[in-house]
């Protein structure tokens, strides 16, 4: 199954209900958006008349230092006014030396071609508190996700905690081995799985190289397989796993050849590049094509 990530630190809401309609159309599962674009993701499928009971609907929030909750900021004072940052930002977001919050997903790729350490990132702290407003409105939300790549195991079961104690119903953790040992992500999991036990349902989103998949190349989408891999040799159920994380048109292939069957793949950059600047009709036949190699 294809679920389409618009990118925690993205609340462009244009942007995101162009994203969620031609996905929709092409057959998407899961939409997974920041808590302040919750209210355009469900705008966006009333607006095309489609059955939202065909959707799901997910937020992310991240535990303090995960990168999905970062944004960049320009220094002026160490600025040199290259414009190196603005022309690699994959987002579009700096514009005349100014990054746009709204359009930046935190994916420090701008800090790493200054030459002049004049980017820095901070981490971006209101989204727990929005998804709290959220509760109080009418608006559909299906599932929570906790994005926890952080190198410290009680802040995200401190934080999965208060998820769980608010909301009842799916819970999906997005990890990675970027901080833990394959051991210690199951352990994470484990602890996850019984503090979620009376939510809807428990999903495992296996990141792999977060927001590596701009291009179409085994190497930036061996990572999440091969995680998902140890995780099922692990004893984890294949089937509330989810591959992120550098994902692409290789995905599938690799997980046909490990023997590997996740619940479903979750594209990110890749999906929204693929369809950047295409004209509507050839944007939703690249859309299909990529719903279609989701199905495992
Ligand atoms: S790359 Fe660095 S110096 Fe160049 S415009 Fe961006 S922030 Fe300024
Ligand atoms: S390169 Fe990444 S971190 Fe930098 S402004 Fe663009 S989206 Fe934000």
Request: charged fraction near 25%; glycine fraction near 6%; include cysteine.
């Amino acid at each position: 199954m294809f679920k389409l990530i618009c990118g925690l630190g993205n609340s462009d809401i244009e942007n995101i209900k162009a994203l969620v309609k031609l996905y929709a159309k092409a057959g998407a599962w899961m939409f997974d958006v920041s808590p302040f674009a919750l209210a355009a993701l469900n705008e966006a499928i009333e607006e095309i008349g489609l059955n939202k009971a065909n959707f799901k609907y997910c937020v992310s929030i991240p535990v303090e230092g995960d990168v999905h909750g970062k944004k960049a900021k320009i220094l002026p004072d160490k600025c040199k006014k290259c414009d190196k940052c603005a022309k690699k930002c994959p987002q579009s977001a700096i514009s005349g030396f100014i990054v746009d919050e709204s359009k930046c997903i935190g994916c420090g790729i701008c800090k790493k071609v200054c030459s002049h350490g004049a980017i820095k990132l901070f981490d971006k702290t209101d989204y727990f508190d929005e998804f709290k407003r959220l509760l109080k409105t009418n608006l559909k939300l299906d599932c929570v996700e906790l994005h926890a790549s952080v190198a410290n195991k009680n802040l995200v079961i401190k934080k999965l905690k208060k998820i769980c104690k608010k909301f009842k119903g799916e819970i999906s953790l997005c990890i990675s081995r970027k901080h833990f040992s394959t051991l210690d992500v199951v352990e994470i999991i484990n602890q996850a799985k019984e503090i979620a036990k009376d939510n809807v349902a428990f999903y495992v989103q296996a990141d792999g190289n977060s927001m590596n998949g701009a291009n179409a190349q085994l190497t930036s989408t061996i990572e999440c397989a091969a995680f998902a891999c140890a995780l099922k040799e692990a004893g984890i159920d294949e089937k509330i796993l989810i591959l992120s994380g550098g994902v692409n048109e290789y995905t599938k292939k690799l997980c046909n050849e490990l023997s590997l069957n996740p619940l479903a793949i979750a594209f990110g950059t890749y999906a929204r590049k693929a369809v950047l600047n295409l004209e509507q009709n050839e944007a939703l036949e690249v859309a299909k094509r990529l719903v279609e190699n989701a199905n495992c």
